[in-house]
C-alpha cells in the first residue's frame, strides 16, 4: 500500500489509517474518497523531483542514480564521456528526464557537481554548490512574491543532497566535515558509503559507527533531522533509518545471472556482488527510503522547512523584496 | 652444454686439477661477507589515509609494523599536517638479516588544501641524501649509515578514474630523487576490466606527465628462461593492483590470507585476485638494483647538483656553502674551518712526538727488563 502523505499539512488527515471505529458519525459520509481524489489529481499533475550527488570522482554518483531510478538519467547519459578528465573548477550540470511509472509522472532532474574535492587545493570548493542551491530558493521566491503568481511554481530547489563517502575503512575526511556543516542547513543531506564492497561486513560496521559519532561530534543533521519528526510513530520509522545510516551501497547497470535469476551486480573473481541483495549491500534499504517512503517527506521538509529559512533571511535583510509583474506566462514543464 | 665445455668448466672449478687459482669462489665469499653483513634496505610509503598502506606493508613482511597504532579520526585530521615516521625492523630468514626501515608519511593528501603536502617529505628524502654525503666525505667511513630512501611505494586509489591531480603533482617532484613505484590499492573494488582499464590509463597519464617511475631491468640473455618469463610478466603488470590482508580465512578447505565478503572470499597470495605476489617478487628480487640505481643514478644526481654549488675538500670532508638563508657567511666558516685545521694538525704532530719518545726510551731500554714493561 503506497502511502501517500498529504502535500497541504494544514489538512490534517492522517492518511495511513482509515479511521474505522472512534468516530461519532451516524452514517457513511464520505470525507475519506478526498483521499483518492487527491491522488487522481497528483497522479494527472505529475511532480518534480530534484536530486543533487556530491562527492570524489569515481566513486560511483553517476552509477548509483542510474541504478535507483533504474534508468539512465545520470549526466553520463547525456552524452559525456566515460572517462572524462576531472574538471579544473567544479562546474554544476543539471540533467532531467520524465519517468513513469504506474501512471504516475516524475520529472526528475539530477544535479551532479563534477570537479568537488578533486583538486589539490579545496578550500571552499563547496561555495559553488550553496550558491546554487540558495539561487534556486532566490527562483522560487521571486516567483512566489510576484502580483500575478503562476499556478505552479516551476519547482528546480535541490530536495535531496546524497552526499558520497569515501569509503576508506578509518573515518570521514575533513572534507566531508566541512561540507556536511555547512550545507545541512540549506538542504536535505543523505550521507552514502560508496564503493561499499570494497569493505567486509566487519569493516562496514566499524565504519559506519565512527561516522555516525563523528557527525554528531560535528553537531551535523543529516535527513532524516531529528527535530523535524512530526509525531512519535515518524519518530520510531526515524529512529531505525537513523541507526542504520549512513547506507553502504554499490551500484551497478550490468546484469547477470545469479541462481537463475538476472540481478543487477558485478561480478569479480571471486563472487558477484549483488547489488539488491540486502546481505550484500544495502542498495535496497537506500532505494526503499528515498523513494517509496521518504520522497515526499523530502520535498515537504524542502518547502516548510529549508526554503522558508531562506526567504525569512531574504525578506529581513534589505528591507524585503519587492514584487515584480511576471510578463512570461511558462507553464510547468509536465 | 658439449662434452668439450663441460670438460672445461670442470677443470677449472675442480682444485686438484693444475690450472685451478681460485678466484671463481670470490662470489662466494661476497655472498658470505653480505650475509654476515646483512642488508639494509629504506622503503617509504605515501598516499592517502585509508588506502590500506600500513596493511599491505604488513601483509608484505609477514609483520605487524604499527602495534599501537590510532587513526586519528576527522576533526583531528584537519589540523593536522604532514608527519614523517619511520619504523625499522629486523627481519631473519634462513640466515640472511635484513634491516628494513619503513618511511610512512602519514597525514599526506588528508587536508582540504593539499599544497604543501609534499614539501615536508621531500625535504626528508633530501636530508638523507645530505646526510650520506657528508658522511662519504668525511674522515671515517668504515660504518656509513645508509638511510637513503631506496625505494617509494606510491598507492593510487582505486575508485577514481586514473591519476588525481595530486597523484601526478607528487609523482612529478620525487622522480628524480627516488625510485618510484605505483601500485593501485585495495584492488578488491575493481572488477577484472575495471582493472586493466585503471592501469593501461594510468600508464598513458603518467607518459602524458612525463613521470619517471622505476623502470625493470630487463632479464639478462644469460638468464634462465623461467627468470626472463617471470620478468617480462611483471613489466607487463605494472602498475600492480594489489590487497593485502594478515588474517587467515578458510577457503576451499585450506587456510588463506585473505578478506571474507558476503559474496566471496578474495585471497592475497592468489595471482587471479591480484597482483600482491607479483609486487612482492619485485620488490625481492630486485632490491639489490633498486638500491643500485639509488646510489647510481638518484645519489649521484643530488650530489653533483649540490657540489655545482660550490664546495672544497679538506679533512673534514667538502665543506660545502649553506644555503644563504641561515649560516654564516662562505669565508667566515672558511676561517674557522682553517683555525680547526691547523689545530688539528697540531694535535697530529704531537701525537707523533709522544710516539717517537715512546719508542726512543723503548730503545733505551733495550733487551734488559725495564721498569716499564
Given at each position: 500500500?503506497?502511502?501517500?502523505?498529504?502535500?497541504?499539512?494544514?489538512?490534517?488527515?492522517?492518511?495511513?489509517?482509515?479511521?474505522?471505529?472512534?468516530?461519532?458519525?451516524?452514517?457513511?459520509?464520505?470525507?475519506?474518497?478526498?483521499?483518492?481524489?487527491?491522488?487522481?489529481?497528483?497522479?494527472?499533475?505529475?511532480?518534480?523531483?530534484?536530486?543533487?550527488v556530491v562527492g570524489n570522482s569515481g566513486l560511483?554518483k553517476?552509477?548509483?542514480?542510474?541504478?535507483?531510478?533504474?534508468?539512465?538519467?545520470?549526466?553520463?547519459?547525456?552524452?559525456?564521456?566515460?572517462d572524462e578528465k576531472i574538471p579544473k573548477t567544479i562546474e554544476i550540470k543539471?540533467?532531467?528526464?520524465?519517468?513513469?511509472?504506474?501512471?504516475?509522472?516524475?520529472?526528475?532532474?539530477?544535479?551532479d557537481t563534477p570537479g568537488f574535492g578533486d583538486q589539490i587545493n579545496n578550500d571552499n570548493c563547496w561555495e559553488p554548490i550553496s550558491k546554487y542551491?540558495?539561487?534556486?530558493?532566490?527562483?522560487?521566491?521571486?516567483?512566489?512574491?510576484?502580483?500575478?503568481?503562476?499556478?505552479?511554481?516551476?519547482?528546480?530547489?535541490?530536495?535531496?543532497?546524497?552526499y558520497f563517502i569515501t569509503?576508506t575503512?578509518?573515518?570521514l575526511r575533513s572534507l566531508d566535515i566541512e561540507f556536511m556543516?555547512r550545507l545541512?542547513?540549506?538542504?536535505?543531506?543523505?550521507?552514502?558509503?560508496a564503493?561499499?564492497?570494497?569493505?567486509?561486513?566487519?569493516?562496514?560496521?566499524?565504519?559506519?559507527?565512527?561516522?555516525?559519532?563523528?557527525?554528531?561530534?560535528?553537531?551535523?543533521?543529516?535527513?532524516?533531522?531529528?527535530?523535524?519528526?512530526?509525531?512519535?510513530?515518524?519518530?520510531?520509522?526515524?529512529?531505525?533509518?537513523?541507526?542504520?545510516?549512513?547506507?553502504?551501497?554499490?551500484?551497478?547497470?550490468?546484469?547477470?545471472?545469479?541462481?537463475?535469476?538476472?540481478?543487477?551486480?558485478?561480478?569479480?573473481?571471486?563472487?558477484?556482488?549483488?547489488?539488491?541483495?540486502?546481505?550484500?549491500?544495502?542498495?535496497?534499504?537506500?532505494?526503499?527510503?528515498?523513494?517509496?517512503?521518504?520522497?515526499?517527506?523530502?520535498?515537504?521538509?524542502?518547502?516548510?522547512?529549508?526554503?522558508?529559512?531562506?526567504?525569512?533571511?531574504?525578506?529581513?535583510?534589505?528591507?524585503?523584496?519587492?514584487?515584480?509583474?511576471?510578463?512570461?506566462?511558462?507553464?510547468?514543464?509536465? | 652444454?658439449?662434452?668439450?665445455?663441460?670438460?672445461?668448466?670442470?677443470?677449472?672449478?675442480?682444485?686438484?686439477?693444475?690450472?685451478?687459482?681460485?678466484?671463481?669462489?670470490?662470489?662466494?665469499?661476497?655472498?658470505?661477507?653480505?650475509?654476515?653483513?646483512?642488508?639494509?634496505?629504506?622503503?617509504?610509503?605515501v598516499g592517502e589515509s585509508g588506502l590500506?598502506?600500513?596493511?599491505?606493508?604488513?601483509?608484505?613482511?609477514?609483520?605487524?609494523?604499527?602495534?599501537?597504532?590510532?587513526?586519528?579520526?576527522?576533526?583531528?585530521k584537519i589540523?593536522?599536517t604532514v608527519?614523517?615516521?619511520?619504523?625499522?625492523?629486523?627481519?631473519?630468514?634462513?640466515?640472511?638479516?635484513?634491516?628494513?626501515?619503513?618511511?610512512?608519511?602519514?597525514g599526506y593528501g588528508d587536508a582540504i588544501n593539499s599544497q604543501d603536502c609534499f614539501s615536508?617529505?621531500?625535504?626528508?628524502?633530501?636530508?638523507?641524501?645530505?646526510?650520506?654525503?657528508?658522511?662519504?666525505?668525511?674522515?671515517?667511513?668504515?660504518?656509513?649509515?645508509?638511510?637513503?630512501?631506496?625505494?617509494?611505494?606510491y598507492f593510487i586509489s582505486?575508485l577514481g578514474h586514473g591519476l588525481k591531480p595530486l597523484d601526478v603533482q607528487f609523482m612529478k617532484a620525487?622522480?628524480?630523487?627516488?625510485?618510484?613505484?605505483?601500485?593501485?590499492?585495495?584492488?578488491?573494488?575493481?572488477?577484472?576490466?575495471?582493472?586493466?582499464?585503471?592501469?593501461?590509463r594510468i600508464?598513458?597519464e603518467?607518459?602524458e606527465h612525463?613521470i619517471?617511475?622505476?623502470?625493470?631491468?630487463?632479464?639478462?640473455?644469460?638468464?634462465?628462461?623461467?627468470?626472463?618469463?617471470?620478468?617480462?610478466?611483471?613489466?607487463?603488470?605494472?602498475?600492480?593492483?594489489?590487497?593485502?590482508?594478515?588474517?587467515?580465512?578458510?577457503?576451499?578447505?585450506?587456510?588463506?590470507?585473505?578478506?571474507?565478503?558476503?559474496?566471496?572470499?578474495?585471497?592475497?597470495?592468489?595471482?587471479?585476485?591480484?597482483?600482491?605476489?607479483?609486487?612482492?617478487?619485485?620488490?625481492?628480487?630486485?632490491?639489490?638494483?633498486?638500491?643500485?640505481?639509488?646510489?647510481?643514478?638518484?645519489?649521484?644526481?643530488?650530489?653533483?647538483?649540490?657540489?655545482?654549488?660550490?664546495?672544497?675538500?679538506?679533512?673534514?670532508?667538502?665543506?660545502?656553502?649553506?644555503?644563504?638563508?641561515?649560516?654564516?657567511?662562505?669565508?667566515?666558516?672558511?676561517?674557522?674551518?682553517?683555525?680547526?685545521?691547523?689545530?688539528?694538525?697540531?694535535?697530529?704532530?704531537?701525537?707523533?712526538?709522544?710516539?717517537?719518545?715512546?719508542?726512543?726510551?723503548?730503545?733505551?731500554?733495550?733487551?734488559?727488563?725495564?721498569?716499564?714493561?
Amino acid at each position: 500500500m503506497t502511502v501517500l502523505r498529504c502535500f497541504n499539512t494544514s489538512l490534517s488527515i492522517s492518511c495511513a489509517h482509515r479511521s474505522g471505529g472512534g468516530s461519532t458519525l451516524l452514517g457513511y459520509i464520505g470525507i475519506d474518497t478526498i483521499i483518492e481524489q487527491m491522488r487522481k489529481k497528483t497522479m494527472k499533475a505529475g511532480f518534480d523531483f530534484n536530486i543533487m550527488v556530491v562527492g570524489n570522482s569515481g566513486l560511483g554518483k553517476s552509477t548509483l542514480v542510474n541504478t535507483l531510478f533504474k534508468s539512465q538519467v545520470s549526466r553520463r547519459s547525456a552524452g559525456w564521456a566515460r572517462d572524462e578528465k576531472i574538471p579544473k573548477t567544479i562546474e554544476i550540470k543539471a540533467v532531467s528526464h520524465v519517468l513513469e511509472e504506474g501512471g504516475v509522472k516524475m520529472k526528475l532532474t539530477v544535479v551532479d557537481t563534477p570537479g568537488f574535492g578533486d583538486q589539490i587545493n579545496n578550500d571552499n570548493c563547496w561555495e559553488p554548490i550553496s550558491k546554487y542551491i540558495n539561487e534556486q530558493y532566490e527562483k522560487f521566491l521571486k516567483e512566489e512574491v510576484n502580483i500575478t503568481r503562476k499556478k505552479r511554481i516551476p519547482d528546480t530547489r535541490v530536495h535531496c543532497c546524497i552526499y558520497f563517502i569515501t569509503p576508506t575503512g578509518h573515518s570521514l575526511r575533513s572534507l566531508d566535515i566541512e561540507f556536511m556543516k555547512r550545507l545541512s542547513h540549506s538542504v536535505n543531506i543523505i550521507p552514502v558509503i560508496a564503493k561499499s564492497d570494497t569493505m567486509t561486513i566487519e569493516e562496514r560496521l566499524e565504519f559506519k559507527q565512527r561516522v555516525r559519532k563523528e557527525l554528531e561530534m560535528g553537531g551535523i543533521e543529516v535527513y532524516p533531522q531529528k527535530e523535524f519528526d512530526e509525531d512519535m510513530e515518524d519518530k520510531s520509522d526515524n529512529d531505525k533509518i537513523r541507526e542504520a545510516m549512513p547506507f553502504a551501497v554499490v551500484g551497478s547497470d550490468k546484469e547477470y545471472q545469479v541462481n537463475g535469476k538476472r540481478v543487477l551486480g558485478r561480478k569479480t573473481a571471486w563472487g558477484i556482488v549483488e547489488v539488491e541483495n540486502p546481505n550484500h549491500c544495502e542498495f535496497a534499504q537506500l532505494r526503499d527510503f528515498l523513494i517509496r517512503s521518504h520522497l515526499q517527506d523530502l520535498k515537504e521538509v524542502t518547502h516548510n522547512i529549508h526554503y522558508e529559512t531562506y526567504r525569512a533571511k531574504r525578506l529581513n535583510e534589505n528591507g524585503g523584496l519587492h514584487p515584480i509583474t511576471c510578463n512570461d506566462t511558462q507553464e510547468s514543464n509536465l | 652444454m658439449s662434452q668439450a665445455d663441460k670438460m672445461k668448466q670442470g677443470q677449472f672449478t675442480n682444485p686438484e686439477t693444475p690450472g685451478y687459482v681460485g678466484f671463481a669462489n670470490l662470489p662466494n665469499q661476497v655472498h658470505r661477507k653480505s650475509v654476515k653483513k646483512g642488508f639494509e634496505f629504506t622503503l617509504m610509503v605515501v598516499g592517502e589515509s585509508g588506502l590500506g598502506k600500513s596493511t599491505l606493508i604488513n601483509s608484505l613482511f609477514l609483520t605487524d609494523l604499527y602495534p599501537e597504532r590510532v587513526i586519528p579520526g576527522a576533526a583531528e585530521k584537519i589540523e593536522r599536517t604532514v608527519q614523517i615516521e619511520a619504523s625499522t625492523v629486523e627481519i631473519e630468514e634462513r640466515g640472511v638479516k635484513l634491516r628494513l626501515t619503513v618511511v610512512d608519511t602519514p597525514g599526506y593528501g588528508d587536508a582540504i588544501n593539499s599544497q604543501d603536502c609534499f614539501s615536508t617529505i621531500i625535504s626528508y628524502i633530501d636530508d638523507q641524501f645530505e646526510r650520506y654525503l657528508h658522511d662519504e666525505s668525511g674522515l671515517n667511513r668504515r660504518h656509513i649509515v645508509d638511510n637513503r630512501v631506496h625505494c617509494c611505494f606510491y598507492f593510487i586509489s582505486p575508485l577514481g578514474h586514473g591519476l588525481k591531480p595530486l597523484d601526478v603533482q607528487f609523482m612529478k617532484a620525487i622522480h628524480n630523487k627516488v625510485n618510484v613505484v605505483p601500485v593501485i590499492a585495495k584492488a578488491d573494488t575493481l572488477t577484472l576490466r575495471e582493472r586493466e582499464r585503471l592501469k593501461r590509463r594510468i600508464l598513458d597519464e603518467i607518459d602524458e606527465h612525463g613521470i619517471k617511475i622505476y623502470h625493470l631491468p630487463d632479464a639478462e640473455s644469460d638468464e634462465d628462461e623461467d627468470f626472463k618469463e617471470q620478468t617480462k610478466i611483471l613489466k607487463a603488470s605494472i602498475p600492480f593492483a594489489v590487497v593485502g590482508s594478515n588474517q587467515q580465512i578458510e577457503a576451499k578447505g585450506k587456510k588463506v590470507r585473505g578478506r571474507l565478503y558476503p559474496w566471496g572470499v578474495v585471497e592475497v597470495e592468489n595471482p587471479e585476485h591480484n597482483d600482491f605476489l607479483k609486487l612482492r617478487i619485485m620488490l625481492i628480487t630486485h632490491m639489490q638494483d633498486l638500491q643500485e640505481v639509488t646510489q647510481d643514478l638518484h645519489y649521484e644526481n643530488f650530489r653533483s647538483e649540490r657540489l655545482k654549488r660550490g664546495g672544497r675538500l679538506s679533512s673534514h670532508g667538502y665543506i660545502l656553502p649553506l644555503s644563504p638563508a641561515n649560516g654564516p657567511e662562505p669565508e667566515e666558516m672558511d676561517k674557522d674551518m682553517i683555525l680547526q685545521e691547523k689545530e688539528a694538525e697540531l694535535r697530529r704532530m704531537q701525537e707523533m712526538i709522544t710516539k717517537m719518545q715512546a719508542q726512543m726510551q723503548k730503545q733505551g731500554d733495550g733487551d734488559g727488563d725495564g721498569p716499564n714493561m
